[in-house]
């Protein structure tokens, strides 16, 4: 009776998880392309969560004595799946970053060059 508990509380909590991300796309705190890794991520969790003779096969499969172990590390998988996409957005972001700095100082570069040739140019 415990696990069917703990499955009825991953799915309110998935949908609720969807429900957020949702509203946050909605009032554009979140952009769309962000919000697709969680909104995966719930829906992932709602599916598996209705699906409870799939934990004990693949907690059986993966060598876990208990589904709740199963479930646990399917969880953390999710994660972790999440938590390593916006590893890979933040780290092109930050390439971009340094990309765009370097064309700022260029310009800045050219721009005082400009200035300093018109500066020393005879009047005409």
Not at 63 to 80: A, I, T
Request: net charge positive; aromatic share 8%; charged share 20%.
């Amino acid at each position: 009776m415990g696990m069917e508990r703990v499955l009825d509380v991953l799915a309110c909590l998935s949908l609720l998880l969807i429900l957020v991300v949702l509203r946050s796309v909605r009032r554009q705190h979140t952009r769309v392309e962000h919000s697709v890794a969680w909104l995966a991520a719930g829906l992932v969790l709602l599916v598996a969560s209705r699906f409870p003779g799939f934990w004990q096969k693949a907690g059986q499969w993966m060598g876990f004595e208990q589904r709740s172990e199963g479930l646990v590390f399917m969880v953390l998988m999710v994660f972790l799946g999440v938590l390593y996409r916006f590893s890979v957005v933040i780290s092109m972001l930050k390439d971009n970053n340094i990309a765009l700095a370097q064309r700022v100082a260029i310009l800045e570069f050219q721009l005082r060059s400009r200035n300093e040739e018109r500066s020393a140019s005879p009047a005409r």
